[in-house]
């Protein structure tokens, strides 16, 4: 072959070498135009060197680089052929690791056969759905998967978007959680009202159940206290009134006078007692005395208990309030000097009561120990329930209960009463004696006063006059003892009997008697009531009051109702007509022509307990 054969050859390799790099050259050309080459790879003597296209497309594909979604794209058999980086942190790998794996492998296993069914609805299906995707470690994530088909180059492929619902979930979370919260605290708050309601209603029941055991108490008191005067005081009383008629009207032997005399101090001795049984168990009415008159005779006995009480109390006359009210402080006030004897160390307590600003305060004070108030308050210790009484008893009065304690600076205690408009209040029987008091039958304003005779002045003598006396008292017992006492004394004429204080206004009415001697303690209406109608509408006539009780409260209201003078049963024989006697000359010393408005004063011996 000759030279210019090979140059031809040479020639025409060359022309197809050129052709086929033309074509090569189109065809990468081609591919850029229509987005198929991303980059390209060039050879170099520093090696490989990529270099990135940039067209029309460039901002599109950077949105989907650093969107918040995860992008994929899936071949017709479900490989990952693109993902962005936001979908292989989804994942839990690395951009590396994904391309060219199964889109299956990472999806949460029990949620795989859903999602291929779904898949298999057609590349046309615009399909969402909600999986979890698998995490090499830790839960698996939540997210929804927006599926739409691409067809590309007669090749089906399909676009996945997928979105992160963590967030979303806890915010659903956070609201069924406030939903539930909501629910629980509404359930709660009408679960609250009403166990509240049930502590309220059952607080009002206890303290209702503490009022009732405390009235219990009080109405035990009274009615062991009322069987103890109404018998054994007045047969003992009866007795030493029968033993005293013995050694007036017989001369008896000197052994049998001693006996007489020991038998008479043993009757009077049980006689004391019982008044002091009495006096413990149950305090004198406090409509009758009043509250101060009451305390005062508390503060009285509490000396038999080795308690020495200063009572400061103001001037004016005795505060009345109903019985409910005034019972229920005189038995707190007891128990609380109680408790200063037996928890103070001190021998001596000041009582005080005050009434101001429509209150009514009454303090228990003393310089002994002090305790925890609040402590002693919610302990349950039976022996600590007195003071949680107490406050309870106030509550239900509409009042209230202080207490203040500390170290060894004593003690405190306040109770605090708010008081109606009428601080007197007036009991039942006092407005049945008014209505008594209009419905008898009046007598000439001329006959108002029962006078005494007086001297005859025209014969120089003064003819005797029996004085005209009315025995009242419930015991019948006790009126034939009284009357046969009076009956063997010539000067005396009993005009009638009376069993309880409304008789004892209808026999007045009746008799006119000069005199009344007047027991206390009766049904119906008491003595001293009695004795205040007897003296507001016959101030002319006497009255004697006469009870097993002549000491303390009993004294004073009696001589404030009108009565000129209290003995004691037990001395009835001895001193009765001398008293009588001592009233008639009294009266006869007074001027006839206008009434007396005054108890007589009687010069007396002390006829108080003994």
Known sequence: MNEREESIEDLVQENASLRDRLEEATNVLTAIRSGEVDALVVKGPNGDQVFTLEGTD?????????????????????????????????????????????FMEFVHAPDRPAFETTLA?????????????????????????????????????????????????????????????????????????????????????????????????????????????????????????KLTQIKQKQELAPISAELMNHLQTLLIDALSYTRTLITDLAPSKLQDVGLDSALDSLAEQMQRHGLTVHFEKPRDEDLKLPEQQGLLLFQSVRELLFNVIKHSGVNEAVLSLVQQYGKLRIEVCDGGRGFDVLAHMKSSHSARLGLFSIRERMQALGGSFELESAGQRGTRATLILPLGDSETIETESQGWGRELSTSLINPPASSELVRV????????????????????????????????????YSDIAIVGEASNGEEA??????????????????????????????????PGISVIGLSVQSG????????????????????????????????????????????SHRPATIPMANHSNK
């Open 58 to 102: 460039y901002p599109y594909r950077t949105f989907v680089e650093t969107m918040n979604e995860g992008a994929v794209t899936l071949a017709k058999d479900g490989t990952i052929v693109y993902c962005n980086r936001r979908f292989a942190d989804l994942a839990g790998t690395s951009l590396e690791q994904t391309f060219g794996r199964g």
């Open 505 to 538: 206004l209808a026999g007045v009415a009746m008799h006119q008697p000069a005199i009344v001697v007047m027991d206390i303690n009766m049904p119906k209406m008491n003595g001293i009531e009695a004795t205040t109608q007897i003296r507001k509408r016959y």
């Open 552 to 595: 303390g409260e009993i004294q004073q209201a009696m001589l404030k109702a009108g009565a000129t003078v209290l003995l004691n049963k037990e001395a009835a024989v001895e001193q009765l007509y001398q008293t009588i006697q001592s009233v008639k000359n009294v009266t006869q010393t007074e001027d006839p022509g206008r009434p």
């Open 121 to 241: 609805l057609g590349s046309d299906a615009n399909i969402q759905a909600e999986l979890s995707l698998e995490q090499p470690y830790g839960p698996a994530i939540p997210v929804r998967i927006s599926v739409r088909g691409l067809p590309q180059n007669n090749k089906h492929y399909w676009c996945l978007v997928v979105t992160d619902l963590r967030r979303d979930k806890l915010h659903d979370s956070l609201r069924q959680s406030e939903e539930q919260l909501r629910k629980i605290a509404g359930t709660l708050e009408q679960r609250v009202e009403e166990r509240t309601n049930e502590l309220v209603l059952s607080q009002e029941r206890l303290r209702a159940l503490a009022i009732e055991l405390n009235w219990t108490e009080e109405r035990e008191r009274k009615r062991v206290a009322t069987e103890l005067h109404d018998h054994l005081a007045q047969f003992l009383a009866l007795a030493v009134m």
């Open 453 to 488: 005779t007086h001297p005859d002045r025209t014969n120089g003598h003064t003819p005797q006059v029996p004085i005209r006396v009315l025995l009242v008292d419930d015991h019948a017992m006790v009126r034939q003892g009284l009357r046969t006492v009076l009956d063997s």
